[in-house]
């Protein structure tokens, strides 16, 4: 089989612009590409973006950085410029990551993602990750060496290397002075660089500035339901992702629990939409548990039960706690069958993933990936690896992101037979050199 590169084109590189063009020289073309270019290139030179991608992640070693594609622009003058766009699916020298899943950490802990930076892609973080699992964290923050946000992110950046996007979350995104938002975000562009922020945006549902407070003191509930919402507030983050992204930063809209939530999260533009999994199935669990226990018995206390679980998790406010037991059955019921929980699509908890697959596939955002997250407990990422091979979704494996503590992913690098074969070489091998 034929190979081709630039190289092949046999063009001189721009003057001025060779230390840049030898970075590249070595990028395949195909037979396609190579005869309609092998006529029509005088000349190879690069693009003003591409001089800044190397200003900032310059590699010493030559080639290109990690987390960028390189892209061709034909000139009508003969001059070919080669392009790095930002694309986190490549490794070094725009070579494609092994896999077309893409693989993120939930963490703020530089000593926990250093060990996994060369197989992610993205990392996510949020204020509850950044200073309760990590600056406050005795345990993980070794002789309270970081102290302050902008010090933990900017030393994950360095870990990280440039291959690899960062989602941050404002500290308060009920704030109404876009401005001061703005200057945070600003101040997150400055450590991660233009390439590499993400802003993390979430959903509000019921909670607005006025009413923020109830969660912070008190028995920390919210006065009113999650479906008592007024428009304004309702769409408060879809409005605060728009403006961001009209000021270049692209968003990660997070806090998507339900699939009803992705079509109007998608006209906000977002570069990541999620899919959360573990409370949403543990929910569906208890829900069902309680329901099913009062089918076979009749027996109210298990209504009674269920409607308390709906108070505790926020699905009712404290001033319904007495509502109609046959309208807390009711919406038990309607849950269930709204999660597809008692058939394959949904008793596996990812028929909130499925139908989000099938809304980006039809989509027009050539660039928005889909964020699996929050997992938990045995099945949660093995039942993700089994759906990515249904043959429906085998054509989507390039806009999804897994994303997971680092010891959770972890977990399933291995098998209880890696301990007995290990046991089995090292006992043959005796320690020989």
Do not use: W
Not at 312 to 338: I, M, Q, V
Not at 356 to 370: A, G, I, Q, S, Y
């Amino acid at each position: 089989m034929l190979k081709f590169g630039l190289f092949s084109l046999s063009a001189p590189a721009i003057r001025g612009e060779e230390a840049h063009v030898s970075r590249v020289m070595d990028t395949e073309l195909n037979q396609d590409e190579y005869l309609a270019l092998r006529d029509s290139v005088k000349f190879i030179g690069v693009t003003e973006g591409f001089k800044d991608v190397q200003s900032c992640f310059g590699t010493s070693e030559g080639g290109t950085p990690a987390g960028f594609r390189r892209d061709f622009i034909m000139e009508s003058d003969g001059v070919l410029r080669v392009d790095l766009k930002r694309d986190i699916s490549r490794d070094k020298n725009g070579i494609p990551r092994p896999t077309k899943l893409l693989f993120s950490a939930d963490s703020a802990d530089p000593y926990e993602v250093a060990p996994i930076s060369p197989l992610i892609a993205n990392l996510t973080c949020n204020p509850g990750i950044i200073y309760d699992l990590f600056i406050n964290n005795p345990k993980a923050n070794v002789g309270n060496k970081f102290k302050t946000r902008d010090e933990v992110i900017a030393e994950i950046a360095r870990v990280l290397g440039p291959g690899c996007d960062v989602s941050v979350e404002f500290n308060n995104p009920f704030e109404d002075d876009f401005a001061k938002l703005l200057d945070e975000a600003e101040k997150f562009r400055e450590i991660l660089t233009k390439y590499r922020i993400v802003i993390k945006v979430p959903h509000t549902g019921a909670v607005t500035p006025e009413n923020v407070e109830q969660l912070l003191s008190g028995d920390k509930k919210l006065g009113v339901g999650y479906e008592d919402i007024k428009t304004h507030e309702a769409l408060r983050g879809h409005r605060l992702a728009l403006k961001l992204h009209e000021h270049g930063f692209r968003i990660n809209f997070t806090l998507m629990f339900e699939p009803y939530q992705t079509q109007l999260a998608l006209q906000a533009r977002p570069y990541f939409i999620n899919t959360f999994l573990r409370h949403r199935l543990l929910h569906s669990t208890k829900i069902k548990e309680y329901i099913d226990a009062y089918d076979a018995t009749k027996n109210r206390a298990h209504l009674e039960a269920l409607r308390a679980y709906f108070v505790s998790n926020d699905y009712y406010p404290p001033s319904k706690a007495e509502t109609d037991l046959t309208e807390a059955l009711r919406l038990g019921r309607d849950l269930l069958k709204y999660r597809h929980f008692n058939c394959d699509e949904g008793r596996d908890g990812l028929d909130g993933m499925r139908h989000n697959l099938r809304v980006l596939r039809n989509c027009n955002l050539p660039d928005t990936r889909l964020i699996v997250c929050s997992m938990d407990g045995p099945y949660n990422y093995p039942d993700i690896d089994k759906l990515l091979c249904e043959p429906e979704f085998q054509d989507m494996h390039h806009k999804v992101v897994v994303t997971a503590p680092p010891d959770y992913l972890a977990r399933f690098t291995s098998t209880n037979q890696v301990t007995s074969y290990q046991r089995r070489f090292m006992s043959a091998a005796k320690g020989q050199s």
